[in-house]
T-cell receptor, first 114, second 112 residues
Framework: EPEVTQTPSHQVTQMGQEVILRCVPISNHLYFYWYRQILGQKVEFLVSFYNNEISEKSEIFDDQFSVERPDGSNFTLKIRSTKLEDSAMYFC????????????FGPGTRLTVL | GENVEQHPSTLSVQEGDSAVIKCTYSDSASNYFPWYKQELGKRPQLIIDIRSNVGEKKDQRIAVTLNKTAKHFSLHITETQPEDSAVYFCAARDNAGNMLTFGGGTRLMVKP
């Protein structure tokens, strides 16, 4: 069964550094998402992406964040200048269609900002 | 925006007993309600979902009920097994977009 994959599984960075988290959504999916989960807290929506543009974003997704689909398979989340509070598990997800379609989650990237 | 509250935060049951997890949502426009199971260190996985045009859905030992008037929905697991132990998240999605708003999670522990 196809799965969403994410790399790296764990990223450690210094405060102020840029990080890029990578995701490969399921191949026939058209909608892509990033969520984050701070340790012990709920999963929070960051952004959704369709047809090469952001379709929806939350208040968390400020100017420090950006997303890109650089080629036909990858979907990336960039954090320009990391803060301590960006430390979290970042999940990528994809769905075949919009609306009530199942969103399939990747295994996550644990980001630790020191 | 949407707010989803989930209770209880932890739930401990004996193997074979039933478990019920409840969620409330605030946005009456929400129309899709998935439940995800997250085992320790693993990705959230959809176990069941319900749309606002039905009141109940069942899949083997798992069922979900939805009360649109009261804006709450519940997950029911019958004949629990140790492998049901995990964190369960409810979520809600409105008709206007694709973002899922998650509840705070319930850590279910099934004691053998």
């Amino acid at each position: 069964e196809p799965e969403v994959t994410q790399t790296p599984s764990h990223q450690v960075t210094q405060m102020g550094q840029e990080v890029i988290l990578r995701c490969v959504p399921i191949s026939n999916h058209l909608y892509f998402y990033w969520y984050r989960q701070i340790l012990g807290q709920k999963v929070e929506f960051l952004v959704s992406f369709y047809n090469n543009e952001i379709s929806e974003k939350s208040e968390i997704f400020d100017d420090q964040f950006s997303v890109e689909r650089p080629d036909g398979s990858n979907f990336t989340l960039k954090i320009r200048s990391t803060k301590l509070e960006d430390s979290a598990m970042y999940f990528c997800a994809s769905s075949r269609t919009s609306g009530g379609a199942e969103q399939f989650f990747g295994p996550g990237t644990r980001l630790t900002v020191l | 925006g949407e707010n989803v509250e989930q209770h209880p935060s932890t739930l401990s049951v004996q193997e074979g007993d039933s478990a019920v997890i409840k969620c409330t949502y605030s946005d009456s426009a929400s129309n899709y309600f998935p439940w995800y199971k997250q085992e320790l260190g693993k990705r959230p996985q959809l176990i069941i979902d319900i749309r606002s045009n039905v009141g109940e859905k069942k899949d083997q030992r798992i069922a979900v009920t939805l009360n649109k008037t009261a804006k709450h929905f519940s997950l029911h697991i019958t004949e629990t097994q140790p492998e049901d132990s995990a964190v369960y998240f409810c979520a809600a999605r409105d008709n206007a977009g694709n973002m899922l708003t998650f509840g705070g999670g319930t850590r279910l522990m099934v004691k053998p």
